[in-house]
């Protein structure tokens, strides 16, 4: 079952599974299989988070069109194997400073609003991987408000 899930989300961004030049321990993957993570939390996966997703990685890491779509397949296929949230907040703790963290948190929000709302599994998703990332509580919710706010205005 959650092989045929990985397929269909891969199906749905637009490739298949094939293997990717990013590492394990890349925090580019790592960071885009949390968004990932996010897209699929509440079970419906939506054409305009998909979209939003996409656009993120290409402009946050400076990644070509196709070089974000290798991103993505990977990342589907790291979420799918992934356990819980700490195999890839583990590795942005390593590769990345307090503002790049809190950068993560405001790309999974982003990813949560792009379909016109926030769940409770999104916002509770994004809550424990901010606790894992070290963002205070206080960041959290100013990032929330931020990206909420954008989306409203």
Known sequence: M????????????????ETSAFAENDYRL???AL???VVTIDGVIGADEMDKLRRLLAARFTLSEDEAEKLLEAAIAR???AVDLYAFT???NRAMD???????????FEVA???GGLTEFEDNLVWRAAELLNVTSRDRVDIRKRVRDAFEG
């Open 2 to 17: 959650l092989r045929s899930l990985t397929d269909f989300i891969a199906e749905i961004a637009g490739g298949g599974r």
């Open 113 to 115: 609003y792009a379909d």
């Open 90 to 92: 583990s590795v942005l």
């Open 30 to 32: 790592a960071a885009a």
């Open 35 to 37: 968004l990932v993570h």
């Open 79 to 81: 979420d799918a194997e």
């Open 98 to 108: 307090e503002e790049g963290r809190r950068r993560v948190v405001e790309m999974m």
